[in-house]
């Protein structure tokens, strides 16, 4: 048990990644706070997993809420040991020249500025247990931009950049921050970027990742909890693809 006394907090804890990031967390002994906006998959999450969770209806892009969650997991478990900012959104297939600002907002404040208020209102509780870790989802959009997903790969690239330096800031500390690059993996947030004929898409997705198949949230899910636990130790300011060999080639 990797996880036994240590508290998670994990964004987006509701949906494809997020939610089996959550039940890998509580199966090796974590408890964990389910942070989602959206509440019905969010609390479905955290009633699966029982009394080692609570549901915190939070939108990552609000600094009340980001307080309120990381308030909950040491009023409900007695501190924060993990964060884990895992809640991201995509736009629609879109061309930068095309794109209305409100979109590109929306795209940074989720993705990015998250990162920000997690660090902001989470780093002093993670650091009033004498240290713990924090791992962002990124993605492999962040070093291979394609047309159509430029605003998405940015914010994303910033979240790598934003690792790194928090990396170095809080070794001090006693935290050590990292990331990992997803590959595209068949849960909402691809299905929302392809759109209609997604099968044929994906498909052809699959075809051109080394080891011939998407990413699953299980894959997200190892890589993730391994950062968090001790068995990482000596890594901080990594940023991990977990794609199949995509960045590889
Ligand atoms: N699935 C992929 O192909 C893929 C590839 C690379 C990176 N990623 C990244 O992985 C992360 C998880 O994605 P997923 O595939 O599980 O997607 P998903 O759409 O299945 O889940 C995203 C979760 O985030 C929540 N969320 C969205 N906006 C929020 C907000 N403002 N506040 C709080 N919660 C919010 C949603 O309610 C949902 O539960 C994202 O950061 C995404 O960018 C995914």
Same mark, same amino acid.
């Given at each position: 048990m990797r996880f036994e006394n240590k508290v998670a @907090?994990?964004?987006?804890? /509701?949906?494809?990644?997020? &939610?089996?990031?959550?039940?890998?967390?509580?199966?090796?002994g974590a408890s964990v706070i389910v942070?989602?906006?959206?509440?019905?998959?969010?609390?479905?999450?955290?009633e699966e997993i029982g009394d080692a969770a609570r549901f915190s209806q939070?939108?990552?892009r609000s600094s009340d809420d980001v307080a309120a969650a990381v308030t909950l997991?040491?009023?409900a478990f007695g501190g924060l040991d993990i964060i884990v900012n895992?809640?991201?959104?995509?736009?629609?297939?879109?061309?930068?020249?095309?794109?209305?600002?409100?979109?590109y907002q929306k795209v940074m404040d989720v993705n990015l500025k998250s990162?920000? @208020?997690?660090?902001?209102? /989470?780093?002093?509780?993670? &650091?009033r247990r004498g240290g713990g870790s924090i791992v962002n989802v990124a993605s492999t959009a962040s070093l291979k931009p394609r047309a159509g997903n430029?605003?998405?790969?940015?914010?994303?690239?910033?979240?790598?950049?934003?690792?790194?330096g928090l990396a170095v800031e809080l070794a001090e500390r006693n935290i050590r921050v990292n990331s990992i690059l997803p590959v595209a993996s068949k849960t909402q947030i691809l299905l929302d970027f392809v759109g209609p004929d997604a099968d044929?898409?994906?498909?052809?997705?699959?075809?051109?990742?080394?080891?011939?198949r998407l990413g699953t949230p299980g894959d997200m899910a190892s890589a993730v909890t391994f950062l968090a636990s001790e068995e990482a130790s000596f890594l901080t300011g990594v940023a991990m693809p977990v794609d199949g060999g995509w960045t590889a080639g």
């Amino acid at each position: 048990m990797r996880f036994e006394n240590k508290v998670a @907090l994990v964004t987006g804890g /509701g949906g494809g990644f997020g &939610a089996e990031i959550v039940r890998r967390f509580a199966a090796e002994g974590a408890s964990v706070i389910v942070a989602d906006m959206n509440s019905e998959l969010g609390e479905k999450v955290a009633e699966e997993i029982g009394d080692a969770a609570r549901f915190s209806q939070c939108d990552v892009r609000s600094s009340d809420d980001v307080a309120a969650a990381v308030t909950l997991a040491e009023s409900a478990f007695g501190g924060l040991d993990i964060i884990v900012n895992n809640a991201g959104i995509v736009h629609p297939k879109q061309n930068v020249a095309d794109m209305d600002e409100a979109t590109y907002q929306k795209v940074m404040d989720v993705n990015l500025k998250s990162v920000f @208020l997690f660090s902001r209102y /989470g780093v002093p509780a993670i &650091a009033r247990r004498g240290g713990g870790s924090i791992v962002n989802v990124a993605s492999t959009a962040s070093l291979k931009p394609r047309a159509g997903n430029v605003i998405y790969g940015v914010s994303k690239a910033a979240v790598v950049a934003f690792t790194k330096g928090l990396a170095v800031e809080l070794a001090e500390r006693n935290i050590r921050v990292n990331s990992i690059l997803p590959v595209a993996s068949k849960t909402q947030i691809l299905l929302d970027f392809v759109g209609p004929d997604a099968d044929e898409q994906i498909e052809r997705i699959a075809s051109m990742i080394p080891l011939k198949r998407l990413g699953t949230p299980g894959d997200m899910a190892s890589a993730v909890t391994f950062l968090a636990s001790e068995e990482a130790s000596f890594l901080t300011g990594v940023a991990m693809p977990v794609d199949g060999g995509w960045t590889a080639g």
